[in-house]
């Protein structure tokens, strides 16, 4: 779904426009003057602009540069009149997008606009320009930086937000980041979680209701879509969608009309859409259990939060940013960890992701009430429990194993290919560079005689950096 303005003093044409571009699924407005199409587009979040030349109070192509100049910096479709070529140049000299002659037909608008969205969406990834508030996200890694650039080419437009990713990995939280930095931040950003849609009051609660329109309708009740008028939709869990109501809320986003139950007039919305699902839309799409023609529409864009054990260097961010808040609520002073606790962290796979680790650190931050510091046995039981059978399991052989595949020694290694502990080649990896850091840290800091800027000028690694590498082998660093 686009947001589309068109500026023709012909109101017959305008309907006719505003008919056919919400036929295709998208929300149009119009308006008949030069001045009033400038001030919609620096107040909207057009997608695109069909601008006419000739209109009561100005010539359209000489305030290009206005249209180009609003926040969402519109694509420029120009309405020349039959047989101008030469408008049509000077138009595309002066910025503008693409032309077409009027009347158009609907292919031609259809081709003009999927083209336009399609540019824009180029043009919105490959910019990196922009930045974009993260109101609360925390995370650096590549991965992260990554979805980054995608909030901040989603935020430039209205088209429909397809975000997946495994349950704790933020979709929510990166849904709501998408709306506060969009143009519609001051409107309402609404949350409907579709596992609690039953099936028999779906369309109620999609669509509203009008007093008396069933058993129980004690008022008259607005409905999901009008709620989110301007503001954004958030649909969590669309993979919950029974197929009845997948169809008919596809109806909804093809024609931007629906009929609130009971009442005798159609209603419009203009919501942005964002949703989310942990399942496999294209698996379910082959079991016939999710209707494909939604799924490509609700996925124009699509953004695939990792789960945090693929971004493991992000959790000494979300320590430091967790511990401190949590502390913080519970009115107590905040607490440092230990190189074991974060270790413990690098060591779980955090299957519930950041909303586990969160989880976790409130628990350890309570069970360490007394202390200043958090240690492994501060954290909740079930990982405490879960590390060390991992840990008992694998100890033996996979320490041989290792031992055997990272030896210096030109003796033939011992083959693990029977055992079921085979330890991966990320865990032998991670154990050489863990033992490198332990006696390289300790030999820096004798060599560094404790001056942590030489240190740093030696080592050539950040303070942050060679602090953080201290912290995680509980090597105490008094430097002077
Ligand atoms: N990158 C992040 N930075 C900071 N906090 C995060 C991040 N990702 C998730 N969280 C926190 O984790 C918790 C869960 O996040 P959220 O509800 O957005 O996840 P979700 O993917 O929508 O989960 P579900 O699929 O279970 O609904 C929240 O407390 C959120 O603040």
């Not at 407005?29 to 400038?38: E, F, N, Q, R």
């Not at 492994?376 to 879960?386: G, Q």
């Not at 840290?441 to 740093?456: G, I, Q, T, V, Y």
Request: aromatic share 8%.
């Amino acid at each position: 779904m686009a947001e589309i303005l068109v500026i023709d003093d012909d109101l017959i044409f305008n309907e006719v426009m505003e008919e056919q571009i919400t036929r295709l699924g998208h929300d149009c407005d119009t308006v008949a003057s030069l001045y009033k199409g400038i001030s919609r587009a620096q107040k909207g979040a057009y997608d695109i602009v069909f601008l006419d030349v000739t209109l009561p109070d100005g010539n359209g192509l000489s305030e290009l540069q206005a249209f180009k100049n609003a926040a969402s910096a519109p694509e420029i479709v120009i309405l020349t009149g039959y047989g101008d070529p030469e408008g049509a140049e000077v138009a595309i000299k002066n910025g503008a997008w693409d032309y077409i002659q009027k009347p158009a037909s609907i292919t031609t608008i259809q081709l003009t606009i999927s083209r336009a969205l399609r540019f824009r969406l180029t043009k919105l990834q490959s910019d990196s320009s922009r930045t974009v508030v993260r109101h609360g996200i925390i995370g650096n890694s590549a991965k992260i930086k990554e979805c980054m650039d995608h909030i901040a080419q989603a935020a430039t437009s209205s088209i429909n937000v397809l975000i997946t990713g495994d349950t704790g990995t933020g979709k929510e939280m990166f849904a709501k980041a998408i709306h506060l930095n969009s143009k519609r931040a001051g409107k309402p950003f609404i949350v409907a979680d579709c596992t609690s849609i039953p099936e028999t009051l779906a369309e109620s609660l999609l669509f509203g209701h009008q007093k008396g329109a069933f058993t129980g309708a004690s008022a008259n009740s607005l409905g999901l879509f009008l709620q989110a008028d301007e503001g954004t939709l958030f649909l969590d869990e669309i993979g919950d969608l029974s197929l009845p109501v997948q169809k008919s809320f596809l109806r909804v986003l093809q024609e931007r009309k629906f009929r609130p139950l009971g009442a005798r007039e159609e209603k419009q919305s203009k919501f942005r859409l964002i949703s989310a699902t942990n399942r496999h839309l294209e698996k379910m799409i082959t079991e016939g259990v999710f209707r494909k023609d939604l799924y490509y529409r609700l996925r124009a864009i699509h953004i695939h939060l990792p789960p945090l054990r693929e971004r493991m260097e992000d959790i000494p961010l979300l320590l430091d940013y967790y511990i401190p808040k949590v502390c913080e609520e519970m009115d107590i002073k905040t607490k440092k960890y230990s190189g074991e606790f974060l270790n413990a962290c690098l060591e779980y796979d955090w299957p519930g992701n950041v909303r586990e680790l969160v989880n976790a650190v409130n628990n350890s931050c309570s069970n360490a009430i007394n202390d200043n510091e958090l240690f492994l046995y501060h954290m909740p039981l079930e990982i405490r429990a879960h590390l060390a059978k991992k840990k008992v399991n694998s100890t033996v052989v996979h320490d041989e194993a290792i031992q055997s595949i990272t030896s210096n020694s030109h003796a033939e290694p011992v083959s693990y290919t029977g055992t079921d502990n085979f330890p991966t080649y990320k865990e032998s990896r991670r154990a050489v560079v863990d033992q490198m850091e332990s006696r390289y840290l300790r030999e820096l800091l004798k060599h560094s005689s404790r001056d942590f800027k030489k240190a740093c000028n030696v080592s050539g690694l950040s303070r942050a950096r060679l602090y953080e590498l201290f912290k995680k082998h509980s090597i105490s660093v008094k430097y002077h």
